[in-house]
């Protein structure tokens, strides 16, 4: 079982750093991570309080990236036909989900690996407050894998990247517009609206807070669209 | 080593197979022969696993592919239609994949892909970029990747199509030599190709099993003579009457008129060569023989003759 997740993971990454789409995503991820990290520093001026305003930024930049990660993953599998060969290989649907599902998120946190950079600055000429840093760090990591499970779940279910890219786009947007609008609502509509949002459940983190209603949200959320996912590649439906 | 028991597929309310039922004995090479939309690509895919069946079991070696697909599908290699490849990886890599996830240990990893490299005629491209290579060499990293775990069984589908004629030699003779120690099933819509590589053969049209027979046996119901068409500018009744003097021929057809131009269909009688004879007949009769050649049954005539029906 954990060897043929691990061997579907390496396989995923193997190919992330092959494609030419990664190293477009990385230059943007840099360039406007780069430039709102020098806005932060010139706005905030606290090397203290930085990093969680950064990690907010984060979630919000990851949402717009991760949809041309995931649009290929089982998309391209789908279209060139190698998710014949998967299938009938002596592996179960759970591990190719599972298995690639880690890949890609271990791939996204290369990116967010770069990160650190700005840690090793910030710590040069200030004094960074590491709870809230790590907490956020370890948010961010349930946030994004909320994103993946979403963009794996629609990537299974068309051959076509663009828009498996397109759609996951919309459906992250949905989850974000629905936390910014629920201030403007009234009574139980915006509780309903702001619990399904999912950096609504981010922000404690960068505030230094874990919570286990939101670790058990974004379980919740994850779980769900993987079993979704494994149960439409059983289906075999959605490929042939 | 294969059981198929009474398998129907519907796509939706579309029948793609309807109740085929067949096995397979251990170092058989059997060919499915039938035209495109016969039902031989799902066949294969319910087979190897990938499509599950409408009806009906499939036991492959001792294992349903329903009830213990893992244990099943250990003991088939698949090479699908149109031969799927991940193409920005080298060809090393790709197999190392495959022995991955068919769970070859890690020690004897590197030398088992060395040896079916060996084994395919790849040697000179293990480190190319998949990508980068011809179609002849796709179809043996796709060969490759299914003799990965040393499978029993192999199934390849239509594995020649799209292949330039020397390619074609090459896979073909390929094919053979794993057949000396495999069981293989393999698909094509080629006559010529299947009687020339299977031991047994099971022609599938429309969804159905039309025969199952040994090569000798198919090949005698099929009554399978010399075809020669002539052209001649001579009077074709004149050489027609001839030609059923010539020995061994048994009908001659006139098939086109142009003008002076006649082509006419000479059939012999089962394994009889008469193009010596017909030619020799052609000269000394003071005929002129403009063209001749041999023509090879088509699978249209093969169903013909199997099914009664046009």
Redesign the interface.
Same mark, same amino acid.
């Given at each position: 079982m954990i060897n043929n997740i691990w061997s579907i993971t390496k396989k995923e990454i193997k190919l992330f750093f092959v494609s030419f789409v990664a190293y477009i995503i990385l230059f943007f991820f840099l360039l406007v991570g780069g430039y709102y990290f020098y806005v932060y520093i010139y706005e905030v001026r606290d090397a203290a309080r930085i990093m969680p305003y950064f990690l907010n930024f984060l979630g919000f930049l990851s949402f717009l990236l991760t949809p041309f990660i995931t649009m290929r993953v089982f998309s391209e599998e789908k279209r060139s036909g190698t998710i014949e060969l998967l299938l009938t290989s002596p592996l179960k649907e759970n591990e190719i989900v599972l298995g690639k599902f880690l890949g890609t998120l271990l791939f996204y946190l290369v990116y967010i690996g770069f990160t650190f950079y700005y840690l090793i600055i910030l710590s040069a000429y200030g004094k960074p407050d590491f709870g809230p840093i790590i907490t956020g760090y370890l948010g961010f990591i349930f946030l994004e894998a909320t994103y993946i499970s979403v963009g794996l779940l629609i990537s299974v279910m068309t051959r076509n990247q663009i828009v498996s890219g397109i759609v996951t786009l919309i459906a992250l947007l949905f989850f974000w517009i629905i936390g910014w609008v629920s201030s403007y609502l009234p009574g139980i509509l915006a509780d309903v609206f702001s619990y399904l949002s999912f950096l609504n459940h981010y922000e404690d983190f960068t505030k230094g807070i874990i919570d286990t209603k939101h670790i058990i949200y974004y379980l919740s959320i994850i779980g769900l669209n993987l079993f979704l996912t494994i149960r439409l590649l059983e289906n075999r439906k959605v490929v042939v | 080593m294969i059981e198929v028991k009474n398998v129907s597929k519907y &796509?939706g309310k579309v029948k793609a197979v309807d109740n085929i039922s067949f096995n397979v004995d251990k170092g058989e090479i059997v060919g499915f022969l039938g035209p495109n939309g016969a039902g031989k690509t799902t066949t294969m895919?319910v087979l190897?696993?990938?499509?599950?069946a409408t009806e009906g079991s499939i036991k492959i070696g001792d294992h349903d592919i329903v009830e213990n697909p893992?244990?099943a599908?250990?003991m088939?290699g &698949?090479l699908?239609e149109?031969v799927?490849?991940?193409?920005?990886?080298n060809v090393t890599?790709y197999l190392g994949?495959?022995a991955?996830?068919?769970?070859i240990n890690k020690s004897e990893k590197s030398g088992h892909i060395r040896q079916i490299i060996g084994k395919v005629g790849l040697k000179k491209v293990a480190d190319t970029i998949i990508g980068k290579l011809s179609k002849g060499f796709r179809q043996r990293v796709g060969i490759a990747?299914a003799l990965i775990g040393e499978p029993d069984i192999l199934i390849l589908d239509e594995p020649t199509i799209g292949l330039d004629p020397n390619q074609i030699i090459e896979i073909r003779n390929l094919i053979k030599e794993l057949g000396k120690e495999k069981t293989v099933i393999l698909s094509s819509h080629i006559l010529q190709e299947v009687s020339a590589l299977c031991s047994r053969i099971i022609i599938i049209s429309e969804g159905k099993v039309v025969a199952i027979d040994t090569k000798e046996d198919l090949m005698e119901k099929l009554e399978v003579g010399q075809r020669i068409k002539i052209l001649t500018d001579s009077d074709h009744k004149k050489v027609a009457n001839k030609m059923k003097e010539v020995k061994g021929v048994k009908h001659v057809d006139l098939v086109r008129k142009e003008g002076s131009l006649s082509e006419i269909m000479v059939s012999s009688e089962k394994e009889k060569d008469i193009r010596k004879d017909l030619s020799k007949m052609m000269i000394t009769s003071g005929f002129n023989l403009l063209e001749q050649s041999k023509v090879t049954m088509s699978l249209e005539d093969v169903f013909i003759k199997l099914t009664g029906k046009n």
């Open positions: - | &796509y895919r190897t696993g990938f499509l599950s893992v244990e599908k250990k088939i &698949y699908p149109n799927p490849l991940y193409f920005e990886m890599d994949f495959f991955d996830i068919k769970g990747q």
